[in-house]
Structure formats: C-alpha cells, structure tokens
C-alpha cells in the first residue's frame, strides 16, 4: 500500500507541476529557438517503424518548417555500433527537410535526465523546446524544472493504445525513479565531457 501511494503521489506531482508548459497546439508554442528531441529506436522489437519515432520526427520537421525552431539537439542512446538513435533522428530529418546545419548530434542521452542535462551542461542551453509525446513529457520537464532550464514540451502525436499500453506503465513508473533519481539519490549523468557550442539564428 506504501509503494503504491508512493507511486501516486510521484505521479500527480510531476504531472501537475509541470502541465501548463506542455503545448500541442503550434501556434501558441512560445518562442525558445533551439529544440531538444528525446531519442528512441526508429524500428520496434518486430522490426516494423516505430511510430514514437517517427512521429516526434514530423512534429520537429513541421516546426521547422514554420520557424518556430531554429536547431535542434538530437540526443540519444548510441550504445552499439549497431544501434544509434541520433544519427538515425539525423537522417530522417535530413528526409524531412532540415539541414544538417541545424543539428547537433548528442550520443550520450542514454536516458531522458542525461539528454536533459548535457543540453545544459554540454551544450549551453537553458531554454528549449522539448520534442517527445505527451505521456513523457512531464517527466522530462519536471527534470528541466529541478535544473533550471527554462523548457516548456511540444507533444507529438501519441500512437494508438495498442503501442503505448505498455509505455505508459513503463511511464508511471519512470517518474517515480526521476523524483528518487533527483531528492535523493542526487544522480547525474553518467557522461559528460566538453562542452559544445551550438550557433543559433537570431
């Protein structure tokens, strides 16, 4: 009974801390210029498309296009050398468009808390427009909050529940981990390094 109070009260406070800076409507998105698009596998277990991917791909595309953003940071797991999730966000951008002069390429963004913090600590940016679905949205910035990033989330299109079933439970308890993760395990990122200067359009 504990563990599942426990878990709740994780929930509807990340949720409700953070809900008035997730957008879905583009034109009441506020004006941060640089993007941070949260990685994922472009293929699912099957091998089919995964629609995550590629739905947080036409969602930056799209803001691109209507000048909303003018670069982003692609940060992801690049654990393999068969498995990179930044340069396969590259390509498909690139696909949709954007040029590679607007992208910055993040590898070590092997959870959401450490693409979060090296688009501060590496790359210099404290206020971003965060790229992913609604669902882990929150979490991402409840971790922006804690770090003082200004950051506020464009959602992109959730798929249909036979794909985010398990996600979301996976969600749930993901956001109880963050609030461990940040008050009491004061956890960081696994990799940091040199820090990368990213040229922004005026």
């Not at 800076?21 to 506020?30: I, N």
């Not at 992913?132 to 798929?159: C, G, K, W």
């Amino acid at each position: 009974m504990l563990f599942v109070v426990i878990l709740s009260v994780c929930n509807i406070w990340i949720v409700k801390s953070t809900e008035a800076k997730v957008y879905s409507d583009l034109s009441k998105l506020p004006e941060h210029r640089v993007a941070l698009v949260l990685g994922t596998s472009h293929r699912l277990v099957g091998g089919g498309p995964n629609p995550f991917f590629h739905n947080r791909i036409k969602m930056a595309a799209a803001l691109y296009r209507l000048g909303k953003i003018d670069h982003f940071i692609l940060s992801g797991d690049n654990s393999t050398r068969y498995y990179n999730e930044p340069i396969e966000m590259r390509k498909a951008l690139i696909k949709e468009g954007v040029p590679a002069t607007a992208i910055t390429l993040d590898y070590a963004g092997l959870r959401t808390l450490d693409s979060v913090v090296r688009s501060k600590a590496i790359f210099g940016q404290d206020k971003i427009t965060i790229i992913t679905q609604s669902f882990h949205s929150y979490r991402a910035l409840f971790i922006s909050n804690y770090y003082n990033i200004d950051a506020v989330a464009m959602v992109a299109e959730d798929p249909d529940l036979d794909h985010t079933l398990r996600v979301h439970i996976r969600e749930y308890l993901a956001r109880t981990k963050a609030v461990l993760d940040l008050y009491i395990f004061k956890t960081a990122p696994r990799y940091l390094g040199e820090k990368e200067k990213i040229n922004v359009n005026a």
